[in-house]
C-alpha cells in the first residue's frame, strides 16, 4: 500500500503569520493555501483515510489548552468536515455512515485519552504528575517490602 502525506493545508498560517510576522502584512503578500499544501494523492483506502483522519484530529486536539469533551467533539467534528468538504476523502471507498461511525470512535478516543484527572485530597501540583508520584511510591513501597527478611 503506497500512502502519501495528505494534500490538506494546515490553517494556523492564516492566522500567525499575521501576528507574528506584522510587518510581512505590510511589506510583503501573503502566502497562497497552495503553498502549504503537501504534494501527493489523496486517500485512496478506507485505512488511509482513517489515518489521515485520526491524525489530524490527535493533534489538534493535542495542541488544545483545555480539552473538554464539548470541545473535543467540536474539534473532531471541524476536522472531519473540513476533510469532507475539502474532498479528501473522495479517492477512497468511505460511505459517510462510516465517516460518521470514525468520527465517533476518534471523538470517544480523544476524549478518554485526554480527561481531566481528580486531585486527591492533601495533594499540590497537576492531578497528571501527582498521579504519577503515587505510582512510583507504590513500586517503592512494594520493593521495599520484598527487600525485608522473612521471620521464621
Known amino acids: 500500500m503506497s500512502s502519501s502525506p495528505p494534500t ?3 490553517r494556523w498560517w492564516e492566522v500567525l503569520l499575521p501576528r507574528r510576522h ?41 495542541a488544545m489548552g483545555d480539552p473538554s469533551a464539548g470541545r473535543v467533539e467540536t474539534q473532531v467534528h471541524l ?12 479517492d477512497c471507498e468511505l460511505t459517510l455512515r462510516e465517516v460518521h461511525a470514525i468520527e465517533s470512535s476518534l471523538t470517544k478516543s480523544l476524549v478518554g485519552m485526554h480527561h481531566g484527572r481528580v486531585m486527591y485530597p492533601g495533594q499540590s501540583g497537576s492531578p497528571a504528575s501527582a498521579a504519577q508520584s503515587q505510582v512510583q511510591a507504590g513500586a517503592n513501597g512494594a ?10
Open 8 to 10: 490538506t493545508a494546515p
Open 22 to 62: 506584522p510587518q510581512r502584512r505590510l511589506e510583503q503578500r501573503l502566502p497562497e493555501e497552495v503553498e502549504f499544501r503537501y504534494i501527493g494523492p489523496k486517500p485512496r483506502s478506507p485505512e488511509a483515510a482513517i489515518l489521515m483522519l485520526a491524525d489530524a484530529a490527535e493533534s489538534s486536539v493535542r
Open 79 to 90: 476536522i472531519v468536515s473540513k476533510r469532507l468538504t475539502d474532498g479528501q476523502l473522495d
Open 143 to 152: 520493593d521495599r517490602q520484598a527487600e525485608r527478611p522473612v521471620a521464621s
